[in-house]
């Protein structure tokens, strides 16, 4: 399944870039979610982000590796792919994605592809999933003002 989050944010793609931090992982945690962030390297490709999460029931274990990071004088992505991810899930990959739009403005991108367990939890989790990812747009105009 995909879901996809695009916010156009008021800095250039360099601060937004050195904005991916572990203070920005923290401000765009869901609501309801209890977040203890164990491991974050980084955002580039080798480094790893091990997480202990816990919404419903016990806590779960969350470990994504970045698999891949390039940039252009436009754009700048890295990818992160579940390599311990929390049940029901099953695969896990999520592009974030920064592109120019001028001087003074970039456009973030969340593209999520996921798997559950089951096929037929997909269409479950999803709108799970959806709430957790949609208070990123406001969290990332937030985090990015003034910078």
Not at 37 to 47: H, I, L, Q, T
């Amino acid at each position: 399944m995909k879901l996809k989050f695009e916010t156009i944010v008021p800095c250039e793609l360099s601060v937004v870039k050195k904005g991916f931090t572990k203070d920005l992982f923290m401000a765009l945690k869901p609501p309801f979610v209890t977040l203890n962030v164990e491991r974050f390297d980084g955002c580039s490709a080798g480094n790893e982000v091990h997480l202990n999460l816990k919404s419903i029931g016990p806590a779960q274990k969350w470990v994504s590796h970045i698999t891949d990071e390039q940039q252009t004088d436009k754009e700048w992505f890295f990818i992160d792919e579940g390599f311990k991810i929390p049940w029901p899930l099953a695969k896990w990959k999520h592009v974030h994605k920064v592109v120019s739009i001028n001087d003074k403005s970039s456009l973030i991108v969340d593209d999520i592809n996921f798997d559950c367990v089951f096929p037929w939890m997909n269409g479950l989790f999803y709108p799970v999933l959806w709430l957790s990812f949609s208070v990123r747009p406001s969290r990332y105009k937030k985090y990015f003002e003034g910078k």
